[in-house]
């Protein structure tokens, strides 16, 4: 049975630190992604890291801010959020996936977690 589960999620003020982790089990990917979906907005990528080479990609909001990092023994990537702003309060999802296409193409990903909630007060 494959399984994403996310932790980390929470209340921060403005300016605050989070770090989400994402663990994996039951699958084998290529890469993981976290994306985020505000109420009454679309889904959007945030980051993505490669399992084989550890490369990333960031979202120009988020890059400079946030970075993603992974442990492959434990099958878990970290999102560490830094300087946080009020825009960035979503909920949070990790998603694994093993085909090909852009670094945040829906397509890309096979599985999903439940999300965990970020929000960030001004």
């Known amino acids: 049975q494959v399984q994403l589960v996310e932790s980390g999620g929470g209340s921060v003020q403005s300016g605050g630190s989070l770090r989400l982790s994402c663990a994996a089990s039951?699958?084998?990917?290529?890469?993981m992604g976290w994306f985020r979906q505000a109420p009454g907005k679309e889904r959007e990528g945030v980051a993505v890291?490669?399992?084989?080479?550890?490369?990333?990609g960031y979202a120009d909001s988020v890059k400079g801010r946030f970075t993603l990092s992974q442990d492959n023994a434990k099958n878990t990537v970290y999102l560490q959020m830094n300087n946080l702003k009020p825009e960035d309060t979503a909920m949070y999802y990790c998603a694994a996936g093993t085909r090909r296409g852009t670094w945040f193409q829906l397509a890309a990903y096979d599985y999903w977690g439940q999300g965990t909630q970020v929000t960030v007060s001004s």
């Open positions: 890291i490669f399992r084989r080479d550890g490369s990333t």
């Open positions: 039951g699958t084998i990917y290529t890469r």
